[in-house]
């Protein structure tokens, strides 16, 4: 028998006949024809000095962001002043990266581009800088910087999150869904017992029935349904974030203040960034930070955001993801309102029974999808019941781009450190940012 969260939870759960959702352990599968794609991780431009050495990492992927196997070849553009390659070329790992190390020459500055390129992919590039090593004396990093950051939650989310997001990943139900799921809402939604019997003792012949019914109404109801799902898990496991980090003097060298002021979500690459304002969310702020500084260093004490991540992944699924499969819907309930013909579901559980009118059954249907519907956000809104924090240091490599000593970029800056659920911690993947200097105000 179903439990109430398998069958209210539908959005990545839907497999129709025929159609599951299997972890298969065999590896990253080689590419074909027109399904490859290589995406920078990290940033596009590097900066470096004589003598220094960058690791650059490039992923190979299809499109719905798995991991390819084969081989990268990887070849430098323009006058390179000595740079060379730590190879020509590398073979992805499981997680489709390859990654190869740029060593800067001995001497002179250099512009010059880093191509990749991988079978049925279009190439990416790098831009690549390398300044005469820069002269004795530390940099001025007072000013304020742009962050751009990257989280990645790589191996899940921590209690009631993770059972809320892993059930929309991962979960697979019965041979005759969505039918059996919209079959259960229901029979929820009829108060007569009569009729709730009689529907019941049609089962599971009735759900093969409505399921075909489905199916032939809406062609594409379950990949459209596990592509909602898919994306849902994409932006409850990486997500971005905008802030602004402020450094100043201190007694004893500098002192920092962290805040946070967008989300950004990322679906199949395109990324799409909202105010915390405009979430129902104050900028999050982490104030008297340690910092320190040096000439090849930068680190950023450890501090915590509390996040209303709840209303993050609301925003995320009704600003972004439903309007990729329905530019028409704003939310759970009207997009299966759009793909589920109630009416037709209606007329063949009445003509099956034979008691009852199509009418009762397509209101019930109707009440069944908004039922699922406020059930399914009421378990997303009830993430901010408990304290989520995000808890972060970082570091990073410094840049001065105009020799004025000021650190101008924060570059290939790495975030350690975990997301906690009621004291729930979770150790942060591979998480990223970049900072780069902003104006001073007139």
């Not at 431009?45 to 990887?74: C, K």
């Not at 019914?213 to 909602?228: N, Y």
């Not at 974030?241 to 060298?253: I, N, P």
Request: proline share 5%.
């Amino acid at each position: 028998m179903k439990t109430q969260l398998s069958t209210a939870l539908l959005i990545g759960l839907f497999v129709g006949t025929g159609a599951g959702c299997s972890n298969d352990d065999s590896g990253p599968r080689p590419p074909e024809q027109g399904d490859a794609f290589l995406t920078i991780v990290g940033e596009t431009s590097v900066f470096m000095e004589n003598g220094w050495q960058q690791g650059v990492i490039v992923r190979y992927h299809d499109g719905e962001d798995n991991p390819l196997a084969g081989e990268v070849d990887f070849a430098i553009g323009g006058t390179a002043a000595g740079a060379t390659l730590s190879a020509p070329s590398a073979v992805t790992n499981s997680e489709g990266e390859a990654t190869v190390t740029v060593n800067a020459g001995a001497s002179g500055e250099a512009a010059f581009t880093l191509q990749a390129v991988a079978e049925y992919a279009d190439p990416v590039s790098w831009r690549i800088a390398v300044r005469t090593s820069q002269p004795m004396g530390p940099l001025d990093p007072k000013g304020t910087y742009r962050i751009a950051s990257n989280f990645d939650l790589v191996s899940g989310l921590p209690g009631t999150v993770g059972q809320v997001t892993n059930t929309f990943i991962d979960m697979t139900d019965s041979p005759y869904d969505p039918a059996t799921f919209l079959l259960d809402q229901a029979v929820a939604a009829i108060s007569d017992p009569v009729t709730r019997g009689f529907i019941n003792g049609a089962r599971p012949a009735l759900d093969a029935i409505v399921n075909d019914a489905i199916i032939a109404g809406s062609p594409t109801i379950v990949t459209d349904l596990l592509a909602v799902g898919n994306d849902f898990g994409q932006v409850a496991r990486k997500f971005g974030t905008q802030s602004t980090l402020e450094v100043t003097a201190a007694t004893e060298g500098f002192a920092a203040k962290h805040t946070m002021t967008h989300v950004v979500f990322t679906v199949d690459g395109q990324s799409s960034q909202f105010l915390l304002t405009d979430l129902g969310m104050a900028n999050l702020v982490s104030p008297n930070l340690g910092f320190t500084q040096t000439n090849d260093r930068t680190d950023i004490a450890q501090h915590q955001f509390p996040l209303s991540y709840g209303a993050i992944l609301m925003a995320a699924l009704n600003e972004v993801i439903i309007p990729l499969v329905d530019p028409q819907a704003t939310n759970i309930n009207t997009l299966l309102q759009g793909l589920i013909n109630c009416n037709s579901i209606g007329a063949e559980i009445s003509d099956f029974i034979g008691f009852g009118s199509p009418s009762l059954y397509a209101g019930a249907c109707r009440l069944g999808i908004g039922y699922a519907s406020n059930y399914i956000e009421g378990r997303i809104r009830s993430l901010d019941s408990s304290a989520m924090l995000l808890n972060i240091a970082g570091n990073a490599k410094p840049m001065d781009t105009n020799t004025d000593r000021k650190v101008d970029i924060l570059q290939m800056g790495t975030w350690t450190g975990s997301m906690s659920y009621a004291n729930q911690p979770v150790t942060l993947g591979a998480s990223t940012f970049r900072g780069d200097r902003m104006a001073a105000p007139n």
